[in-house]
């Protein structure tokens, strides 16, 4: 079973300041998605990056996935209080009929 | 938002009982999941189903069983349960757009926190 490793576990920080999440493995994933989870809900899908190198933003977060496709990061600038949440990575596995893999997650508190 | 609605949300049970928990979807997805989140451990694979009556073990399967005998439904049985089962279980759906492109994005439910004594 290839393994996820999320780094923070966990981050608080003042509104408008920058965070970074990282999600590493020693094993490839196909993709590689980032998905938000808040108190007492599921976890919801933000986004799925594929190709290694590859960059994806969505306002004022910022996916990258590692050359190698080992690794990913995500990095939320000037953070607000609705960023608060519980964030996890996942990684698709081919050689495990495309299950996800998470990883332990990192839990992000925006305090005003 | 998909349609995904599990049941109970909250159940508080005895060591030793059986305990069966549904996931309902509008979707007409293939796929469905089970899932146990535990502090620190992300989300683990407990048995998925890829179609009726289709199911398969996932990492953390001992314990569990499940049934799928139409698209929308899919149980979760814990036959006996224990303390080690406490935990909050997830649903979730996909439809896999087939191997080329097949990012398996899935869809998750509100959850269920069962508590066993």
């Known amino acids: 079973t290839q393994l996820l490793e999320q780094s923070p576990q966990f981050l608080s920080i003042q509104e408008g300041e920058n965070l970074t999440v990282y999600c590493n493995s020693s094993s490839v994933f196909s993709s590689l998605q980032w998905y938000r989870q808040e108190p007492g809900e599921g976890p919801v899908l933000l986004v799925t990056?594929?190709?290694?190198?590859e960059v994806k933003k969505l306002k004022r977060l910022t996916f990258q996935f590692g050359d190698a496709r080992k690794d990913s990061s995500l990095h939320i600038t000037a953070a607000q209080p609705g960023d608060t949440g519980l964030y996890l990575c996942?990684?698709?596995?081919?050689?495990?009929?495309?299950?996800?893999?998470f990883g332990g997650g990192t839990r992000v508190l925006v305090k005003p | 938002d998909a349609g995904i609605t599990q049941s109970p949300r909250h159940k508080v049970t005895e060591t030793g009982t059986p305990v069966t928990l549904r996931c309902h979807q509008t979707?007409?997805?293939?796929?469905m999941y089970w899932y146990r989140q535990d502090p620190g451990h992300g989300l683990r694979l407990i048995h998925y189903s890829y179609g009726v009556k289709d199911t398969d073990k996932g990492e953390v399967s001992d314990g569990y069983s499940v049934s799928r005998s139409k698209t929308e439904d899919f149980l979760l049985t814990l036959e006996s349960a224990t303390s080690s089962q406490t935990s909050v279980y997830f649903c979730a759906i996909s439809e896999p757009g087939g191997e080329v492109g097949d990012y398996n994005e899935q869809f998750f439910g509100p959850g269920t926190r069962l508590t066993v004594l």
């Open positions: 990056v594929v190709t290694g190198g």
């Open positions: 979707e007409n997805h293939r796929y």
């Open positions: 996942a990684g698709v596995d081919p050689a495990a009929g495309n299950k996800l893999t």
